[in-house]
């Protein structure tokens, strides 16, 4: 009888929400837009012990670049920001091929990592080498330093309370459209939303926001 043949490797992603300056259990603001805002990362992230390039790629990832690692029976981490290389301005992704737990071979990754979690095959046979590199992890505390490009808030959008996705600090019109509807009268009310509770009251165009519940690390889709 033939040997099995192995299990093709596949990766994906998962998307956590990280807040970032999130207002205090009984703090008050007054909004117009962002009640929480913060960065999306993956469950798992970690930064290189060494910098690592590839003259054919045309990059240098440096010492502590930070990568979102994947799902995967293969160790894969990739930038989080999107990076400029000769074949355009993908993700880095590098792979450990031996299980040593060092990465010395990288690819492309020109999709989404954070949202999408979209199951893939590695593509093993279009890997290129780079000298071994390891990885230091980063824990959840570690993400206070990081502020990545994608990022999310929580905002009012058509009389709702939603989810936004964030390029660069503002939003690119990525939203959710089922979020918890928002009392518009001027009276004082609460609304529950992604595991965070808030009592808020109408000002015009603005909104006054007090916590009650903070937003918390959480995976996206968690405590919509």
Known sequence: MAPAAEPETVYSFRTILA????????ETRVVAQGWV????FTERSGRLDRAVSSEEGGFILPEGQFLALARSRMLIGCTIDRVKIRAGRPHVCLADLDGDGRFEAWFPFFDEIVLFAN???APLAKMKPVAPVGLRPVDEAGLEEVIPEVGFEI?????RLEFCRTVKGQSDGYCTHAGPALDSSGQEA???AFGAAFSYRRLGD???V??????RIQPYGAGS
């Open 119 to 121: 199951t893939r095959k």
């Open 206 to 208: 603005r909104y006054e």
């Open 190 to 192: 609460t609304i529950r």
């Open 155 to 159: 905002t009012p959008l058509k009389g």
């Open 19 to 26: 807040p970032r300056d999130a207002p205090a259990v009984g």
């Open 37 to 40: 805002s913060g960065g999306l």
């Open 210 to 215: 007090k916590t009650i519940a903070p937003l």
